[in-house]
C-alpha cells in the first residue's frame, strides 16, 4: 500500500494550499483517511479525518478554515487550508485506516507559512 502526498509549499499568512493523497495498492475496504502534521519540536497531532461513511473532524486549531474532502473512487483525500497562520507550518502526512484497523502512512509533505 502507498500514500502519496502533494501540494504542500511556502504560502503568506492568510492564503490558501490544497494537499492530495492518493491510496494505490492493495488493501481492504477504506474505513477512514485523514491527515496529521508534526511542528519543529513538537508532537504528531491530528488535523481532520473523513469517514467512509461522510462524517468529518477536524482540530480545533483548524476548524472553519481547513475543509476535508474525499473522492472514493480516486482513493485520494483532499485538505483544502485557507487562511494560513505560521502556527500551521509543519510536516503534513495522510494516513489511511482500513476495515481491519490497520494503518498505513504516507511520505509528509511540508507546508511553511512566512511572509
Known amino acids: 500500500v502507498q500514500l502519496q502526498a502533494s501540494g504542500g509549499g511556502l504560502v503568506q499568512p492568510g492564503g490558501s494550499l490544497r494537499l492530495s493523497c492518493a491510496a494505490s495498492?492493495?488493501?481492504?475496504?477504506?474505513?477512514?483517511m485523514g491527515w496529521y502534521r508534526q511542528a519543529p519540536g513538537k508532537q504528531r497531532e491530528s488535523v481532520a479525518h473523513?469517514?467512509?461513511?461522510?462524517?468529518?473532524n477536524y482540530a480545533d486549531s483548524v476548524k472553519g478554515r481547513f475543509t476535508i474532502s474525499r473522492d472514493n473512487a480516486k482513493n485520494t483525500v483532499y485538505l483544502q487550508m485557507n487562511s494560513l497562520k505560521a502556527e500551521d507550518t509543519a510536516v503534513y502526512h495522510c494516513?489511511?485506516?482500513?476495515?481491519?484497523?490497520?494503518?498505513?502512512w504516507g511520505q509528509g509533505t511540508l507546508v511553511t507559512v512566512s511572509s
Open positions: 494516513n489511511l485506516t482500513d476495515a481491519w484497523s490497520r494503518v498505513y
Open positions: 473523513k469517514l467512509s461513511g461522510g462524517d468529518a
Open positions: 495498492g492493495n488493501f481492504f475496504s477504506i474505513t477512514a
